[in-house]
C-alpha cells in the first residue's frame, strides 16, 4: 500500500508525448489525474493541431532533437548528409488545464449545435390522433 508521504514523493507524474519532432509533457499531480494524463497524452499526440498547449502551459522543459539526413527537406541550413543537432522547448501542461478547457468548451454551446438539438427535439414530439 502507498500511503501519503509515497505519494507525494512520486507526484507530479510527467508523461511525454510527441509528433514528429514536437514533444510536450502532460502532468498529473494527483493519483487521480493519472488515467486522464495517459489519455490525453495519447490524444493530443494524434490531433495536435486541434489544442494550443504553448498558452495552457505553466512551464516549460529543453530537449534536443537530431535531424537525420533523412529529413532532406528540414536540413537546408546544415551540410548535407551531415545530422544537426537542434535545442528545443517544450510545454509542460496539467492535465486539469486539459479537463478544464474541454469543460469550457462544452457549457457554452455554439448557435448551431443549440440549433440542431432543437429540431432533434422538435422532430422527437407525437402528434395526437
Known amino acids: ?33 493519472v488515467l486522464d494524463a495517459m489519455y490525453w497524452r495519447a490524444y493530443v499526440s494524434c490531433h495536435r493541431k486541434e489544442f494550443d498547449l504553448l498558452h495552457m502551459a505553466v512551464d516549460k522543459f529543453n ?26 522547448m517544450g510545454p509542460i501542461v496539467p492535465v486539469s488545464h486539459l479537463l478544464a478547457k474541454l469543460s469550457g468548451q462544452d457549457t457554452q454551446p455554439s448557435s448551431a449545435t443549440a440549433q440542431s438539438a432543437a429540431d432533434a427535439q422538435v422532430s422527437l414530439q407525437v402528434k395526437p390522433s
Do not use: C
Open 1 to 33: 500500500m502507498l500511503n501519503k508521504r509515497k505519494i507525494k514523493q512520486i507526484f507530479p507524474l510527467d508523461f511525454y508525448g510527441e509528433d514528429g519532432s514536437w514533444r510536450f509533457i502532460i502532468r498529473a499531480y494527483t493519483p487521480d489525474e
Open 63 to 88: 530537449y534536443k532533437y537530431n535531424y537525420s539526413a533523412s529529413d532532406t527537406s528540414e536540413l537546408h541550413l546544415g551540410a548535407v548528409g551531415s545530422p544537426m543537432r537542434v535545442n528545443m
